[in-house]
Structure formats: structure tokens, C-alpha cells
């Protein structure tokens, strides 16, 4: 298996979590989102929208995170990484899609760099608007974990799972912006310490990778 | 069941579509969003996110629109909504991915909202991003689409899945749009035909929902 990544990519961080917790073997290919390596025509014959995470495996390419982590899950069953209920598999999903729908695609690099530019606004504006659909989700992913019995020591229980794996790139992308406070959210920040202990989430933070830059 | 919607939003009109697939009746709540009843106490308490759909079931409440499908997938098998194969899984997970990831939460009346104010952009301006990331995600789904031999008369092989209920309302959405030229994407534009002469995508359009205003 290939991985297409970048360090910085909280999509990619999310696959290699998968990988990691799977324990699968994997090949990377470093597309350096800020130097625009993700729009050459060699990246864009891998993936026509030119984003990251792509996973290449059985002569495929497997394209979205989500998509690939459930992929994943299903060809190397063990760990599982959803529950096995279809009530609970419907809450894991739905806590990941808060963060994969509703705040990153928002605060991705391609929109924040519209915001500066066709549209003119500045680091402050931009900050701002980053911080304000972080809260948003937040404040409703908090509740939602807080709020209910079947949160553990992770999102759902007491085993990492699909939605721990979507949180803990978008709390490190929080974490980025030093001006958001994030102490209404301690269930979040709980889980994401909790997370960071496990190897399969420390080795695949965006400091331990090759291709990472200060 | 009980489904908590709006006749205008996309996300809302793929469940209607999965729920209308697998011929399952439901009672609905709607949430007029343009009026802003999704911040009331009431449906926030269904809904931190204070966003639609939301569907009650069994004593429980599903949130995100992708994991409501894939759970009345599960627990309702027949007509599958997911091919059986994992890759082909995979694919088509991507497919309602690059809508619903890519394209419909950057487009999502909130944002657009946000433009507006506190951004202070004018209606061409919110009119221009909009078109922007629907050409983006139109692009690549396009060639995703075309140049794969698992496309049929619908995104994956020749009967409707998830894909298929992603793609549709966000084409509807491209249209509300009159500025924006649909004809660069000759295969996203033959499946959205091709899905709403079936009764279940007909059924499930906006106009056909009883909250519906002009």
C-alpha cells in the first residue's frame, strides 16, 4: 500500500492513524500541499481533485479518508475501528462526520486561501473564521460526547475507533491558532490526551513525519 | 421514524431519497432553517448542531446525513444502497464523499450567511465562491465518473446507491444558480437525469415536500 499524504494534512494524519491501528505496513508519497504539488498533472492523474489522502492498493486508488479508513476496517477487520451495533456504528460515524463535514472541508488550506485571496481578507479574518466553525462544531461535539452514556475513555467506549481518529488531527489543528481557548471543551481534550498516549496516534502526528517542516 | 428536515437542504433531500429507496414510511418535523428554527431549545436538544436531518428512531436520535444512509443500510439491506465489494464500497463512499466533504459544506447556507456577515460580501461575491466549489467538485467527480468503467447509468453500475443520493440534490442546488454552466459535466448530468424519473428521487424532491415555498 501507497499513502499520497502531507505531514500537515489532517485528512492524511487521519489515514495513517487507521494504518497504524491496523498495523498495516505502508509506502508514503509526500505531496507538498504549500508548494502546490497536489495541481502537477502527475498528482492530479492519482486523484483529479488534486487533495490528499489517495491510498494506492490491489492496483486501485482509494480516494477520501473516511471512505479509505472504512475500507480499511473492512478488508483487516481487527482491531475494529466501528462498533458492531448499527446503532452505535451510526453514532461513531456521525461523531467523525461532524468533524470531516462540518469543520475541516471549511477550514481546509484551498479555503482559507480563497479567503485571502480573491477575497481580500487578512491573517485576523481569516483567524477568526477558522475559530468561529471550530467552535461551532465543538460545542456540539462536546455535548454529544458528554451528554451521553456510551462515551468511554474514547469517543464511544473504551477502544479507539473511527471517531477518535477523525477528532485528534482537528484538535491539533485547533491547537494551531494559539487564540482559540478550548477549556470549554474538556470531554474533547480528555480524549484527545488519551488518544496521543497510544502509538498508533503519537507516530502518526504530523512532528514524527518525514516530509514535516517546522 | 421521525425525520427532522427542511425541503431546501441537500442533506435532508439524501435521506428523503434513501428512506423513499428502501420504501420506508416516516413521519416529518420540519425545521425551517431560512427562519432559523434549527437555534431553537427545541431542536437543539435533538440536535446540538442545531442543523437537519436528524432522524428519530427506535428511542434514539441519528445525526449526518451519511451515517442516517449507511445505518437504514444496514438495518434495511434490501435494495442495497453499497455494492458488495469492498473496493467497489470504497469507490462509491468517495463519490458521496467528494459532495458531501468537498463541495456542499463550503456551499452550506451558514457559510454563505458568514460571507454575508459579518464578511460583508455582496451577493455576486457569495454567487462566485459558491460556483467555485461546485466547479472544483464537478470537475473531479466528472472524470471520476467518466473515466471509470464501473460507471453505468448510475454513478457505480446500473442500479442507485449512495453516490447517486449524494450526487442528485447537489446538482439540483447547481442550478439554483443560473450563472453557472453545467455542460463541462455530460455524465453528472446524465445520472441526475437519469435518477429523477425514478419515483423514489422524484418523490423526495424539494418541490414535492409539503413545507416547499417559492
Redesign the interface.
Known amino acids: 500500500m501507497k499513502l499520497y499524504g502531507y505531514f500537515r494534512s489532517s485528512a492524511a494524519f487521519r489515514v495513517r492513524i487507521a494504518l497504524n491501528l491496523k498495523k498495516l505496513d505502508y509506502e508514503s508519497a509526500f505531496i507538498h500541499l504549500r508548494r502546490g504539488d497536489q495541481r502537477q498533472p502527475g498528482f492530479r492523474g492519482v486523484?483529479?481533485?488534486?487533495?490528499v489522502p489517495a491510498l494506492e492498493t490491489?492496483g486501485?486508488v482509494?480516494?477520501?479518508s473516511?471512505?479509505?479508513i472504512?475500507?480499511l476496517d473492512?478488508?483487516h477487520p481487527s482491531p475494529p475501528l466501528l462498533p458492531s451495533n448499527?446503532?452505535d456504528?451510526?453514532?461513531v460515524?456521525?461523531l467523525?462526520?461532524?468533524v470531516?463535514?462540518?469543520i475541516?472541508?471549511?477550514n481546509n488550506l484551498?479555503?482559507l486561501r480563497?479567503l485571502h485571496r480573491p477575497?481580500g481578507?487578512d491573517e485576523t479574518?481569516v483567524e477568526t473564521?477558522y475559530n468561529?466553525w471550530i467552535t461551532?462544531?465543538f460545542?456540539?461535539l462536546e455535548?454529544?460526547l458528554a451528554?451521553d452514556a456510551r462515551t468511554g475513555a474514547f469517543c464511544h467506549g473504551d477502544a479507539p475507533g473511527l471517531a477518535d481518529i477523525a477528532l485528534v488531527p482537528q484538535v491539533f489543528n485547533a491547537y494551531r491558532y494559539r487564540t482559540l481557548e478550548l477549556t470549554p471543551y474538556p470531554t474533547i481534550l480528555r480524549i484527545y490526551q488519551t488518544c496521543l498516549k497510544l502509538d498508533a496516534f503519537a507516530a502518526a502526528h504530523p512532528d514524527r513525519q518525514p516530509d514535516h517542516e517546522a
Open positions: 486523484n483529479p481533485q488534486g487533495l490491489d486501485t482509494l480516494l477520501q473516511l471512505p479509505i472504512e475500507y473492512e478488508t448499527p446503532q456504528r451510526a453514532r460515524r456521525a467523525a462526520a461532524v470531516a463535514c462540518d475541516h472541508p471549511i484551498r479555503v480563497y477575497l481578507h479574518a473564521w468561529h461551532e462544531g460545542g456540539a455535548q454529544l451528554g
